[in-house]
């Protein structure tokens, strides 16, 4: 098992940008496939970003292709989200997710481990 936790949420101004860390727990890191979701309020949980265990594949929302990067470093148990260009909408509860096997990477369900998720709010 692992234990995810977000950080470094918070408030910025359109056009800033923010760097979202998520910290895992377990000696396995380096075999689970790591997530990016938010929801808004009112919204349905949407996927953001995933990469892959090596970090050799990268998945992007059309939303934020172009915006924001995932990233990993494994030696460090890390997963990172550049986000520039923030825009009002980008505002959400941003959640890290983890699994072993996923067939899908866009939908929340085929992963079993999540934060308690990071505030992230866009000022226009």
């Known amino acids: 098992q692992v234990q995810v936790e977000e950080l470094g949420g918070g408030l910025v101004q359109a056009g800033g940008s923010l760097r979202l860390s998520c910290a895992a727990s377990g000696r396995t890191f380096n075999k689970y496939v790591m997530g990016w979701f938010r929801q808004a309020p009112g919204k349905e949980r949407e996927f953001v970003a995933a990469?892959?265990?090596?970090?050799?594949?990268?998945y992007y929302a059309d939303s934020v292709k172009g915006r924001f990067t995932i990233s990993r470093a494994n030696a460090k148990n890390t997963v990172y989200l550049q986000m520039n260009s923030l825009k009002p909408e980008d505002t959400a509860v941003y959640y890290c997710?983890?699994?072993?096997?996923?067939?899908?990477?866009?939908?929340?369900?085929?992963?079993?481990?999540w934060g308690q998720g990071t505030q992230v709010t866009v000022s226009s």
């Open positions: 997710a983890a699994d072993t096997h996923i067939v899908v990477v866009t939908i929340p369900y085929e992963y079993d481990y």
């Open positions: 990469i892959s265990w090596s970090g050799g594949s990268t």
